[in-house]
């Protein structure tokens, strides 16, 4: 099963109002690599992300879209430059036929930069701790 298959599958289960917010990071994830993001800025702007997320209590919980430490990360990869990569990436992103729902995922996140922007703070943040 690919990918793009198993996070169709899990957002079939989701109430269609949800399925944006949830499926962002993922779908953010498969493009992550072909961002070319500099390492020194990235390592930079998760570093004061995470940083927000401990004094919140647990890191790896307070890294969820809407926290304080993935607004404040966006912000930052905002100021360095990576809202246009990114929305290019994912208007490049090749979705299959069977994956309508991941095509809707893209749409909202090609339609509000923000959240695009958020959910790529959360896998930086992610990677961060891992």
């Not at 890191?59 to 304080?68: D, F, K, L």
Request: charged share 20%; net charge negative.
């Amino acid at each position: 099963m690919s990918e793009l298959t198993a996070i169709e599958e899990a957002l079939a289960e989701l109430p269609a109002a949800e399925r944006v917010e949830a499926a962002a990071p993922a779908v953010v994830a498969l493009v992550f690599d072909a961002l070319a993001l500099d390492e020194d800025e990235l390592n930079a702007a998760a570093r004061r992300g995470l940083l927000l997320a401990a004094a919140a209590g647990n890191p790896a919980e307070s890294c969820s879209p809407g926290s304080r430490a993935a607004l404040e990360t966006a912000a930052d990869l905002a100021a360095d430059g990576y809202a246009q990569p990114l929305m290019r990436a994912l208007g490049e992103l090749v979705v299959p036929p069977d994956c309508p729902l991941i095509s809707t995922v893209v749409a909202g996140l090609l339609a509000a930069e923000t959240l695009a922007l958020e959910a790529l703070a959360v896998v930086v943040l992610h990677r961060a701790i891992a």
